[in-house]
């Protein structure tokens, strides 16, 4: 059982939990929104630090990153919980797991720490998941060979303390760390683990507030704010937006969102997938082509130098080309690196700078 870091005491035995930009304020005995921080005896404890639920090895270009490392494989881990409630997520099994009502941790009373100490492991034991150490993830992902360790699948904000731990082991051994993300960190925990993080993929879902908060139970404003904290503190950054048909696929909205990247740098890659139907978003079709092929042109009318199509491989949207002189870089398919032509960081043809991390 881990103390959680970021939060504060309020009055009546509450806490307010710092860790992401929802502010909980939980109740003794009660969990944030994430479903796996608890306020027992007026501190803030994680239940998954070391709960780990899903172990891959993945290429990075699956995250999706196509300018960090390309050819590379990512060992990719996950806890349960979450702190959005997206109508459409893929891994909903274990994201939303934890939200499940049960029955708050019973207090100790501040007098007995051996009944506090078995209330959390009753809670704890609540949540799926294998006993993993941060050192034996770092172990795994160098037996592996792999070159980066990505916090994915779930919300790797809410098991921050597990990554926080990963991430600066990691970084020792010279492996990169990763996040894919809905970017509801709060700014004080993305600028303590920034010295660690190498990369990150960041969900920009919607242009809309209403219909942000709608599909995924969030407001918009700290998603943008995070996306350019990220940009502004270094870290490599992709954004990856879910075209939803009659949700965010209009014309007006896919302009917005590409000319806000364009504000973050013109050289940030966006990645505009193809929805399918899943979890409670069953009465939606499938994204069609014409309709990421229609988002990258716009992503490419407004300014940005990298759009990308995902989910529809063979579509040709998936490879690189040059910004300067359109000169093909890399050759993808379905998240497969197939070819890559640059060479050191530059165009072989024109020599321009390609921005990334190639080596």
């Known amino acids: 059982m881990k103390q959680a870091m970021f939060y504060e005491p309020l009055t009546e035995g509450r806490v307010l939990c710092t860790l992401c930009a929802l502010y909980c304020k939980i109740a003794p005995g009660r969990r944030g929104a994430c479903g796996v921080r608890v306020n027992v005896d007026e501190r803030l404890y994680t239940l998954v630090y070391d709960k780990v639920v899903a172990r891959e090895i993945d290429p990075i270009e699956k995250k999706p990153l196509f300018h960090f490392h390309p050819g590379s494989y990512s060992y990719s881990i996950a806890t349960v919980g979450c702190n959005f409630r997206c109508l459409h997520c893929q891994n909903y099994e274990i994201s939303q797991q934890p939200k499940v009502k049960t029955p708050p941790v019973r207090e100790s009373g501040g007098t007995n720490p051996e009944i506090l100490c078995l209330s959390l492991r009753a809670l704890e034991a609540r949540i799926p998941g294998e006993h993993v150490t941060p050192e034996a993830i770092v ?19 809410i098991f921050f303390e597990l990554a926080y731990d990963t991430a600066r082991l990691a970084a020792a051994e010279g492996i990169a760390n990763v996040f ?180």
Not at 142 to 151: P, T
């Open 139 to 157: 172990h795994a992902a160098q037996r592996s060979r792999c070159r980066s360790i990505a916090y994915t699948y779930t919300e790797p904000t």
């Open 180 to 359: 894919v993300t809905n970017g509801y960190i709060s700014g004080e925990a993305l600028a303590v683990i920034a010295p660690y993080l190498d990369a990150a993929n960041i969900d920009l879902k919607s242009f809309n507030d209403t219909a942000h908060k709608r599909m995924t139970g969030a407001r918009l404003q700290p998603v943008l704010d995070s996306i350019r904290a990220y940009k502004r503190l270094g870290i490599w950054i992709e954004v990856t937006t879910l075209i939803i048909p009659g949700h965010n696929d209009s014309d007006a909205e896919l302009r917005q969102i590409a000319e806000f990247i364009c504000s973050v740098g013109v050289d940030v890659p966006w990645h505009v997938t193809q929805f399918y139907p899943t979890y409670r978003l069953l009465d939606r079709e499938r994204t069609p082509p014409a309709t990421l092929r229609r988002a990258r042109q716009i992503g490419f009318e407004a300014g940005l130098h990298y759009v990308y199509e995902g989910n529809v491989p063979g579509e040709g949207g998936e490879n690189s080309y040059c910004h300067v002189c359109r000169a093909l870089l890399v050759r993808r398919y379905n998240c497969c690196l197939l070819e890559n032509r640059i060479r050191g960081q530059h165009c072989p043809a024109c020599a321009a700078l390609i921005p990334g991390v190639w080596q």
